[in-house]
């Protein structure tokens, strides 16, 4: 038999999603389960992407350009420059998903065998798009009782090596909502300038932020023009998961350049996406205002919720919409698993993502759960009930 390769075995498969063939056989048993376990948003997709769509009259569905269509990245710098990105559309690369942009920027700054310091927990996902580019994910630890705040300066130069390429950071944090400050993105300024790295900057949430308080990216930092290296996406922003459409923002022309030659590779991105995306740049910002009104509330009902159950501790986030919560458990993938397999309150469950996914140290997360807040109100108050109840009937509860 013909043998599988190195790193298809290397490959990692999908923690968030691993749980579930359990799901699917406790709903055909009859279970409701309210599903915590992914960042798919049920806010509805803003009307005017919807009806672009509906209203496509081309001919031919042609490959587009493989930087992006010029209407949409001209359209795109409108809205980057409205936050003080003072870009072109020549440095935008529009991709299919920010998980392209991820994976193309990897290849294009690093070469294999060279590393990128990421703190984690982080998306999990950086893992299989690191093996697929043959780059090593250095992790630094960060903390939940400080909320899972950028670790220091100090602790990234202890695993600084001259293997070291890159750091990444994603803000507001999935998996955690952590909100990165203006000091924080101060100091990674200073270090990638002093070690010559470059900073990846994963925005994918970057319009959720709460209380009133401030999103800062790379861009907005003076001296790193040739550092930075943004990757977004319509997915979370505009609820348009399904549109696969994503971008890289670079400044550095020789990077952009290289980036593209991967992009033509790949040939282009898809044109009804960009048609969809670019009307998305005049969603209103009343839309932008009502959700995050509803995910504020959402964040709230979660946390309290989960910081009156005895024995779980969980941080109020600044952004995104996810939650890591501390549990009186022995394993996190063992009770996960036993919340969809074994245990039902009133014939409902749970799916959460266990923590253990969202961090490259082994055994690491192993009492840690993440929580997507994508569920209204009503649904989170039943899911923090079972919750409880199956904390309480658990065998392997710690405390």
């Not at 915590?36 to 490959?63: H, R, S």
């Not at 932008?288 to 109020?316: H, M, Q, W």
Request: hydrophobic share 35%; net charge negative.
């Amino acid at each position: 038999m013909p043998q599988i390769s190195q790193k298809g075995i290397n490959m990692p498969a999908s923690p968030i999603r691993k749980l579930t063939p359990y799901a699917d056989k406790a709903k055909k048993e009859g279970k409701k389960i309210y599903h915590l376990n992914i960042g798919q948003p049920d806010i509805e997709t803003p009307q005017g992407m919807l009806d672009a769509l509906k209203n496509c009259d081309f001919k031919v569905w042609a490959y587009t350009p493989s930087e992006g269509t010029a209407s949409y990245r001209s359209k795109l710098a409108e809205y980057y420059n409205k936050l003080h990105y003072n870009i072109t559309p020549t440095d935008i690369l529009v991709t299919n998903g920010g998980s392209e942009a991820i994976t193309i920027a990897m290849q294009a700054c690093l070469n294999p065998g060279e590393e990128v310091i990421i703190p984690e927990p982080f998306y999990a996902n950086y893992n299989g798009f690191a093996c697929s580019a043959d780059v090593i994910v250095k992790p630094i630890m960060s903390h939940i009782e400080n909320g899972f705040a950028l670790p220091s300066i100090a602790e990234f130069e202890k695993v600084i090596t001259d293997k070291t390429k890159a750091i990444a950071i994603c803000n507001p944090n999935n998996p955690t909502g952590y909100l990165y400050s203006r000091e924080e993105l101060e100091a990674l300024r200073e270090l990638c300038l002093k070690y010559d790295l470059y900073l990846f900057s994963d925005e994918a949430y970057r319009e959720f932020c709460y209380d009133g308080r401030e999103f800062i990216s790379p861009m907005h930092l003076q001296g790193l023009e040739e550092h930075v290296v943004v990757f977004d996406t319509v997915s979370k922003r505009y609820s348009a998961c399904g549109a696969r459409i994503g971008c890289i923002i670079t400044k550095n022309k020789s990077l952009y350049q290289t980036a593209l030659k991967f992009a033509q590779a790949r040939l282009s991105p898809s044109l009804e996406g960009q048609i969809a995306g670019e009307a998305a740049v005049d969603t209103p910002d009343s839309y932008f205002e009502a959700v995050s009104k509803e995910y504020t509330a959402r964040r709230d009902t979660l946390v309290n919720g989960l910081n009156r159950i005895e024995g779980v501790f969980c941080p109020n986030p600044g952004g995104a919409f996810y939650v890591v919560a501390r549990l009186p458990i022995d394993n996190a993938d063992a009770f996960c698993q036993w919340m969809l397999e074994t245990f039902a309150y009133e014939n409902e469950t749970v799916m959460m993502a266990p923590a253990t996914g969202f961090y490259s140290t082994p055994g690491a997360g192993t009492n840690e759960v993440r929580l997507a807040y994508v569920l209204n109100q009503q649904d989170l108050h039943k899911a923090l009930v079972c919750l409880e109840k199956g904390l309480a009937e658990y065998p392997g509860r710690t405390i």
